[in-house]
Nanobody, 117 residues
């Protein structure tokens, strides 16, 4: 079983920065896709940023130029660098990974990001 453990959330002022981390552990899985999703109260979960096994990245329009998704060298950890944070970014952020061969989807427990002065 794959476990995704997230960290790095917290309370930050508008214009501030946070760096989210997602550590993958457990059985060996080749991920076709890894990404960050977020869900605000009363809204559907939405993709924030993703990266494919080929290294292609994707960002939703509202975070382009502010957020950066990256992986470490062994691809066991996923990061989301969030700069110039806005109150609208407030949400629970979830790490997601999709197995290339199994097709399984794995989710982290979520980490709260609150942007407020």
């Amino acid at each position: 079983q794959v476990h995704l453990v997230e960290s790095g959330g917290g309370l930050v002022q508008p214009g501030g920065s946070l760096r989210l981390s997602c550590a993958a552990s457990g059985i060996r899985v080749r991920f076709n896709f890894m990404g960050w999703y977020r869900q605000a109260p009363g809204k559907q979960r939405e993709l924030v940023a993703g990266v494919t096994s080929g290294g292609d990245t994707n960002y939703r329009d509202s975070v382009k130029g502010r957020f950066t998704i990256s992986r470490d060298n062994d691809k066991n950890t996923l990061y989301l660098q969030m700069n110039s944070l806005k109150p609208e970014d407030t949400a629970v952020y979830y790490c997601n990974a999709q197995g290339r061969y199994s097709g399984n989807s794995y989710w982290g427990q979520g980490t709260q990001v609150t942007v407020s002065s």
